[in-house]
């Protein structure tokens, strides 16, 4: 293994505790302050791969909701937990699937939308 590969391993291997720690132990102590400190939320990254919905996000310990009808997600929307099988209907070509990450207190960050392919053209 070169220098070079194992300096870019100990960083990946350094970036991952970081995260890590961020996402599921710092963020929600912020969170649970009286008065909790505004902090940006990540932008989920949402793609239709070969009739499967996939999605990611920067922090661990956020939770990603999303709706497959183009509205906003909101608490209620559904929870993104891991890829799953979807085939838009006819009625729903030309749709959007919009995705968003939400904090330990309920706050939402940006929405993903993520346009769905029209056969019409």
Do not use: C, I
Request: hydrophobic share 40%; net charge neutral.
């Amino acid at each position: 293994m070169s220098d070079m590969a194992a300096r870019r391993a100990a960083q990946d291997a350094a970036w991952a505790e970081f995260s890590q720690r961020l996402g599921r132990h710092t963020l929600p102590r912020l969170d649970s302050l009286a008065v909790p400190p505004a902090y940006r939320l990540p932008v989920p990254g949402v793609v239709l791969q070969d009739g499967v919905l996939h999605a990611n996000l920067e922090l661990p310990g956020l939770t990603m909701r999303y709706t497959l009808d183009g509205s906003e997600p909101d608490a209620q929307a559904a929870v993104y937990t891991a890829p799953f099988a979807w085939a838009p209907s006819p009625a729903q070509e030309g749709a959007q699937v919009r995705m968003a990450a939400f904090s330990s207190n309920g706050r939402k960050g940006r929405s993903a939308v993520l346009d769905l392919p029209s056969s019409t053209g």
